[in-house]
């Protein structure tokens, strides 16, 4: 009996800072329009998602200053590192995302870009919910607790 294969994610970008500056709530795998550039420039695992959201423009998501930087071997017809991008999800994950933007004054966050199993480029967003202050603080402080608990349990074990 063969085991089925494993769908592996070779990551590109994490934005950690977002797990930090925000409670993720629903989260979406959407998929990238990207020019072949992007795509090799990826491929080297140059990105950066740090500073980047989605936005809905005209019944569309777009994801805004994501960068990719050039490309070297594409010459004239590399690519515009900070361009919009178009992502792209089904009609009702746009419409529960918009709502969320809408009603509750959420924004959207992408969390990691990588290559799926069949290597196409994906990324991997969130509903979000800014954190106060001390939200983050707290956040911080519980990371430090558990920080401090696996150095015990190890010197004890």
Do not use: C
Request: aromatic share 8%; no cysteine.
């Amino acid at each position: 009996m063969t085991e089925p294969k494993v769908q592996e994610r070779k990551l590109i970008a994490d934005n950690r800072r977002a797990r930090f500056d925000y409670f993720l709530e629903d989260s979406f795998e959407a998929g990238l329009v990207l020019t072949g550039s992007e795509v090799k420039a990826l491929r080297q695992g140059r990105a950066n998602i740090a500073e980047s959201y989605a936005s809905l423009d005209k019944g569309e998501m777009v994801l805004i200053n994501a960068y990719i930087p050039e490309y070297s071997g594409a010459n004239r017809f590399n690519h515009e590192p900070r361009r919009a991008r178009k992502l792209l999800l089904h009609k009702r994950e746009i419409h529960k995302l918009a709502i969320g933007i809408q009603r509750e004054g959420r924004t959207i966050v992408p969390v990691k870009l990588y290559f799926d199993g069949k290597g196409r480029a994906k990324l991997e967003i969130a509903l979000a919910k800014g954190k106060k202050l001390h939200d983050k603080r707290a956040t911080e402080a519980d990371r430090d607790w558990k920080r401090d608990q696996g150095r015990l349990l190890r010197n004890l074990g």
